[in-house]
């Protein structure tokens, strides 16, 4: 059963291994690591140890050194990110290239050349990023189905509803349209499946409210819309009655939930500059000063920042959750003041 904290082990320090490869390496060395959890993931001894080191991780997820199972959680959704985005970007790029392919042929011999070289170099980077997204969405999907309490953390929850909502809203909203390409299977392109992991996902939590409401709370992508346009790919295309309808049931329930979050951002809207956190601007509940920088933040939005950087954001001197320190007479005013906003 070790060989999973064995494993996590070398997917969170490959990210510091100090060598000089190029960044995109390291997601080759990850990739073989996904197929070994999945085979070990349907055996319940070992999905069981997995199971143990995410609970292990809620119970701490505020301690000086992060768990393991809180890092590697981090950067799976890190690589989730970065892969995706530029899975999207250069299948924008492609579509560009493919608009402007029928005025090569005017072109000088050495600028067509050219031209054609870029384009396959860039439909090269362009399949890799795509398989190596969807590889980390259906990790995402399959772990979520089974552990809550880490993902749905405030230090994490924020993070992971931004992210499935910007990749719905790019895969099913208008901006899908700058991704249509001739031979989508040539560059490994498959927004439909990666639609329906992401719905996935979002029916896992669909009982979770700190999950909702951070969905329905993302100002960036979130719109009522954005789960009808959803619901229509995965009726039209992957034809799961089953997960549309679960993902008809969050909709409902995330539109509840975005309608008391806008009525609250109007209400709030006036909070004195002292109330807001320092790096998001956004209202703090829970206000701790950095003993370094003194600047006052919300203890979810450093938490968030240490999982990845263990250092001051504003002056770069070592930081670790422990260190931070309660801003408790702040906090009391935040709370009343809310309270008598509530009450005029």
């Avoid at 992401?198 to 700190?210: A, D, L, N, R, V």
């Avoid at 979050?261 to 209202?283: C, G, N, Y």
Wanted: proline residues 5%; negative net charge.
């Amino acid at each position: 059963l070790e060989i999973i904290p064995c494993i996590l082990n070398v997917f969170v320090n490959i990210e510091n291994t100090g060598q000089a490869v190029e960044f995109e390496m390291k997601f080759n060395y990850r990739r073989p690591m996904f197929e070994i959890l999945k085979y070990v993931w349907e055996m319940e001894d070992y999905r069981a140890k997995m199971i143990q080191l995410a609970n292990h991780a809620a119970e701490h997820i505020l301690d000086e050194i992060p768990p393991l199972f809180l890092r590697f959680v981090n950067l799976l959704v890190n690589d989730a990110i970065f892969l995706l985005d530029e899975a999207l970007n250069y299948m924008k790029q492609i579509q560009e290239e493919q608009a402007e392919k029928p005025q090569w042929d005017d072109l000088p011999p050495n600028e067509r050349t050219n031209r054609q070289s870029q384009y396959m170099h860039i439909g090269r980077l362009a399949r890799y990023h795509n398989i190596m997204g969807l590889d980390n969405i259906k990790m995402l999907d399959m772990l979520t189905k089974e552990i809550a309490a880490v993902f749905t953390h405030s230090t994490m929850v924020d993070r992971i509803a931004a992210m499935l909502n910007y990749f719905l809203k790019n895969l099913v909203g208008p901006e899908r349209k700058s991704f249509k390409v001739q031979n989508l299977e040539e560059f490994a392109f498959r927004p439909a499946e990666v639609v329906k992991h992401i719905c996935k996902i979002y029916t896992h939590y669909s009982e979770c409210h700190s999950f909702l409401q951070a969905i329905s709370s993302d100002g960036r992508s979130y719109s009522p819309e954005l789960f009808d346009q959803a619901k229509s790919v995965l009726d039209n295309h992957i034809r799961d009655m089953e997960l549309s309808e679960s993902l008809k049931n969050v909709s409902a329930k995330v539109e509840k939930l975005a309608a008391a979050t806008l009525k609250d951002d109007e209400l709030f809207a006036d909070a004195p500059d002292e109330f807001l956190d320092a790096i998001m601007s956004h209202l703090m509940k829970d206000p701790v000063r950095l003993p370094s920088s003194g600047q006052i933040v919300d203890r979810p939005t450093i938490a968030r920042h240490i999982l990845s950087d263990q250092n001051d954001p504003f002056n770069r001197s070592p930081l670790t959750l422990d260190m931070v320190i309660p801003e408790t007479e702040l906090k009391k005013r935040i709370d009343n003041w809310m309270a008598a906003k509530r009450q005029e």
